[in-house]
T-cell receptor
Framework: DTGVSQDPRHKITKRGQNVTFRCDPI?????LYWYRQTLGQGPEFLTY????????KSRLLSDRFSAERPKGSFSTLEIQRTEQGDSAMYLC?????????????FGSGTRLTVV | AQSVAQPEDQVNVAEGNPLTVKCTYS??????LFWYVQYPNRGLQFLLK??????LVKGSYGFEAEFNKSQTSFHLKKPSALVSDSALYFC?????????????FGTGTLLAVQP
């Protein structure tokens, strides 16, 4: 297990289409995070899973966005009816449990372009 | 609300010279602070963190950061810059408002090291 894997690396889609991204965290990490990064900005928190439970969702996560983490392993992020404003890098990160936040391990991200 | 600010969009430095990338924070209570680096089309890589203890924190690739409580700063430093240090650097603070341990990132500083 060499790190956090994200698939696909790049996705170009037409406006209005649905897209789904996958994240495979480090196997012993029970915490999983999704972030969105737009050009010139730092990553913005979208949602958090502890095992299979989705414990927090940002207000950035509109009704068109849904995330799942069945069985507490991999996670998927789906965007329905994509809009041009959804174009961004979507980053997944995972971390160990514990009181103190260790540094996350990030995946390389999925770059979404909506045309 | 917890936040960090990176006042410089870009820092230019000649190879071999010392570098500083600035970060200030605004938190209630004791902060947990982090620095990450991002290379083009890649995810973020953890550099170092401050949780408690010594104000000078040493991290990966020869980087260090100085926590200054009176100035609410956590500047990233390196004694001698390398061209390969050229990348986007993000300061982050752990959100103390919940149990998610999510990180709140600054807008990033592009470090350009000239040969």
């Amino acid at each position: 297990d060499t790190g956090v894997s994200q698939d696909p690396r790049h996705k170009i889609t037409k406006r209005g289409q649905n897209v789904t991204f996958r994240c495979d965290p480090i196997s012993e990490h029970n915490r999983l995070y999704w972030y969105r990064q737009t050009l010139g900005q730092g990553p913005e928190f979208l949602t958090y899973f502890q095992n299979e439970a989705q414990l927090e969702k940002s207000r950035l996560l509109s009704d068109r966005f849904s995330a799942e983490r069945p069985k507490g392993s991999f996670s998927t992020l789906e965007i329905q009816r994509t809009e041009q404003g959804d174009s961004a890098m979507y980053l997944c990160a995972s971390s160990f449990p514990g009181e103190v936040a260790d540094g996350y391990t990030f995946g390389s991200g999925t770059r979404l372009t909506v045309v | 609300a917890q936040s960090v600010a990176q006042p410089e969009d870009q820092v230019n430095v000649a190879e071999g010279n010392p570098l500083t990338v600035k970060c200030t924070y605004s938190v209630s209570g004791n902060p947990y602070l982090f620095w990450y680096v991002q290379y083009p089309n890649r995810g973020l890589q953890f550099l170092l963190k401050y949780i408690t203890g010594d104000n000078l924190v040493k991290g990966s690739y020869g980087f260090e950061a100085e926590f200054n409580k009176s100035q609410t700063s956590f500047h990233l430093k390196k004694p001698s810059a390398l061209v390969s240090d050229s990348a986007l650097y993000f300061c982050a603070v752990r959100d103390r408002g919940g149990a998610t341990n999510k990180l709140i990132f600054g807008t990033g500083t592009l470090l350009a090291v000239q040969p």
